[in-house]
């Protein structure tokens, strides 16, 4: 049962929030009285550390400054249509770094990130291009770019092996520009390779396939034409032109070299 008298008051309530800033060396935090947040009082604060020790820690970028610098920074590419020719002339991976002028982070990787010794170490060889979000629309809405930074790794049939999303470190990109040297033959061109070593028996297939390994986006449009039509021959009916089975299969740009479509469609922009 409640008492009957007149409700009893309680002592107020103290409580400290959020973090500590400092003033005259000293720490100092914010302490509220009661419950509702009315009244409030700076109190001396002893965070166990120094005032310079706590600036170093809260420094989220020290490592990144400190980080050795390379005599060459990462070189990136603005005329991008001629970027990609030379990268899919010369078949080689692509680094795409979306940025805008008004990232923060984007600007502050360009400072301490590509500019350090161990990413432009990874980088070499690589073909890296810095795209403007804000102009080309074309090409962030065909890659999915959402946010800035946004960096995409293109291997040299112009698939994406890797992405990333916001401020990386020196230790991350690093990691990231060397996912092209670390990475695995896709499953879907191991068994091309083994396809095309037990069905290329005729001269007329050995000269389609050109005895490389792996295909290329044309070579395996051509031998999956040449298959459907031996079945179809086999079975009476009519043989299929590689035309009618690259469009049965989305078109052999759409899905066999990404890298030739986005040429495409840099120079219709």
Request: aromatic share 6%; proline share 4%; charged share 30%.
């Amino acid at each position: 049962m409640g008492s009957c008298g007149p409700r009893a008051r309680r002592p107020p309530t103290a409580a400290t929030w959020g973090d500590f800033a400092w003033a005259g060396g000293q720490a100092w935090k914010l302490e509220t009285e009661g419950t509702s947040g009315r009244r409030a009082k700076l109190v001396a604060f002893d965070p166990g550390i120094t005032e310079e020790e706590d600036s170093i820690k809260r420094d989220l970028f020290r490592e990144d400054r400190l980080a050795e610098r390379s005599a060459k920074p990462v070189a990136f590419r603005k005329d991008i249509d001629a970027a990609l020719k030379d990268a899919a002339h010369r078949r080689s991976a692509c680094f795409l770094k979306f940025e805008t002028d008004w990232c923060g982070p984007c600007k502050l990787m360009t400072s301490f990130v590509f500019t350090a010794k161990a990413v432009a170490d990874a980088a070499d060889g690589l073909t890296c291009l810095v795209i403007d979000g804000d102009a080309r629309k074309d090409l962030t809405e065909r890659h999915a770019v959402n946010a800035y930074p946004t960096g995409i790794l293109l291997d040299a049939d112009g698939r994406e092996i890797a992405r990333y999303v916001g401020y990386q470190s020196v230790k991350e990109t690093t990691a990231f520009s060397r996912s092209e040297s670390r990475r695995e033959r896709p499953r879907s061109m191991r068994k091309c390779r083994v396809a095309t070593r037990s069905y290329s028996t005729s001269s007329a297939d050995r000269a389609t396939v050109k005895g490389s390994l792996p295909l290329n986006w044309s070579e395996r449009s051509t031998l999956r034409a040449t298959r459907v039509n031996k079945v179809a021959e086999s079975r009476g009916g009519r043989p299929r032109t590689s035309g009618e089975d690259s469009a049965k299969h989305g078109g052999s740009d759409a899905r066999g070299c990404p890298l030739r479509s986005m040429l495409q469609m840099t120079s219709n922009a």
